[in-house]
């Protein structure tokens, strides 16, 4: 049950609640009077219903909202105390800009190339699991709304649509795979994803063990789901789920199942045997990145590296890309923000793309990470929610809001591309560091 998927409350420790009656509460959010001004004029008004939302937070209560407390609670959980997600927020507020004034930047774009591909604007969509049980058909869902939006996508592993599926949708799409427990069990994984549309595989390296799952049994979710009075409660007090997402898709689909573990399907969510599919991997060593990449003909990249030293041994086992992450604060609690690892990692795999997860939420955040050496930077969480509350036009608006502020800030920074950004590392600084 672990993502990178990105957003949950932000509260410092302090202030959050970890009752057990209590959800998380998000920051208190700064909603703008306006929509933000589109990069282009040829944006259409978003649905009714999301107007609203002027920002990828603003999803969040939304979706708190729309969602029975325990798949919320999957969705916005954090490990233990929260400090690893804190930490990730309060990375970018580290960080200053120092803007160029009286530059002409009426014809900036917001396009960034990345493997050959170009894609729309320097972000994409990290990782969301179970995203079946919060939106009808999430994955789906969020598969279209990235091939619409001509934007990178990762599908996760912890999904409940079998990977096929995604891969006939959007065969540009990334499949992320979170390795069996033996060697047998992986090159049957990687022989199934090689059998489709996907050219790209992420390897997710930071989860060897699973989670401490105390803040999302306090949400009431747990794994497998357990039917109780509360868990129906929940559904009948949130009939537009339960009527949208949860029995329309026992009518049409059955029940859901984990799809993408193995290279056979997975257990019904509703199983005891679901525990077996999240085993500890605490044996996987870097011998087996070697013989997926002997295995595996398509790009290799390896998500969730926050030290040099491995970056390079996962280039050195032949990764084609490195994803800076800490799982979006979902498993180690304090380990350190990607954003503060970021540069170590780009000096020391200067030959190969360098992307970053895990507390993005704002353009300013994106143009952070980019004028720190990221190529890409991935949003988890705020897409889910997105989803969740609006499907595909929910998640394009949020894209929408998010390409807006990209475009916009990179006016006021002076700059006209993504490469030009990606050029000046003098366009940040931590204050008191000249």
């Known amino acids: 049950m672990k993502d990178s998927a990105t957003m949950s409350p932000s509260l410092p420790a302090t202030q959050r609640s970890t009752s057990a009656g209590t959800p998380p509460r998000p920051r208190s959010t700064q909603v703008s009077a306006a929509a933000p001004v589109a990069p282009t004029s040829s944006v259409s008004r ?4 999301l107007r609203k939302v002027f920002a990828l937070d603003d999803f969040e209560a939304a979706a708190r909202r729309h969602l029975p407390r325990p798949v919320f609670g999957y969705m916005c959980s954090y490990a233990e ?34 493997f050959g591909e170009t894609y729309a604007a320097p972000f994409g969509f ?88 105390e803040n999302t049994a306090r949400m009431g979710f747990s794994a497998p789901l357990r039917p109780s009075i509360g868990l129906a409660w929940q559904g009948m007090t949130h009939p537009r789920w339960l009527l949208g997402t949860f029995l329309r898709t026992l009518a049409r689909h059955g029940m859901p199942h984990f799809e993408n573990n193995y290279a056979t399907r997975g257990a019904p969510i509703l199983s005891p045997s679901v525990l077996r599919d999240f085993s500890e991997r605490g044996h996987l060593a870097w011998d087996d990145l070697r013989t997926i990449r002997k295995q595996w003909r ?18 050195d086992c032949g990764a084609d890309g490195i994803i800076v992450s800490n799982h979006g604060g979902r498993q180690l609690d304090g380990a350190i923000a990607p954003l503060r690892a970021l540069p170590a990692v780009v000096a020391a795999c200067p030959d190969i793309p360098v992307m970053i997860d895990s507390g993005v939420r704002r353009g300013t955040d994106v ?43 990179m006016a006021m920074l002076g700059v006209n591309s993504v490469t030009e950004l990606q050029a000046d590392r003098h366009l940040v600084r931590m204050p008191g560091r000249g």
Request: charged residues 20%.
């Open 126 to 213: 990290a990782p969301v699991g179970l995203t079946a049980l919060s939106t009808y058909r999430g994955d789906l869902v969020l598969a279209r709304a990235a091939l619409e939006s001509r934007l990178p996508m990762i599908m996760s592993g912890s999904s409940l649509i079998p990977l096929e599926e995604v891969a006939a949708l959007h065969p540009g799409a990334w499949f992320q795979a979170y390795l069996p427990g033996d060697r047998g069990a992986i090159e049957l994984l990687i022989d199934r994803v090689a059998r489709t549309a996907f050219k790209t595989l992420v390897i997710t390296v930071d989860t060897p063990v699973p989670p401490n799952s």
């Open 81 to 114: 105390t929260g400090a690893a997600f804190d930490a990730n927020r309060d990375a970018y507020a580290d960080y200053g800009f120092m803007p160029q004034v009286m530059v002409d930047v009426s014809k900036r774009s917001t396009q960034t190339e990345l």
């Open 367 to 409: 143009l952070k990470a980019l004028a720190l050496g990221a190529k890409l930077a991935f949003v988890g969480r705020p897409f889910g929610y997105a989803a969740a509350v609006g499907g595909v036009p929910g998640v394009q608006h949020g894209v929408k809001l998010l390409t807006a502020e990209v475009s916009r800030n």
């Open 46 to 49: 978003p649905p009714r219903a």
């Open 298 to 315: 398509g790009r290799l990249i390896v998500k969730g590296i926050l030290r040099a030293d491995d970056a390079r041994m996962a280039r």
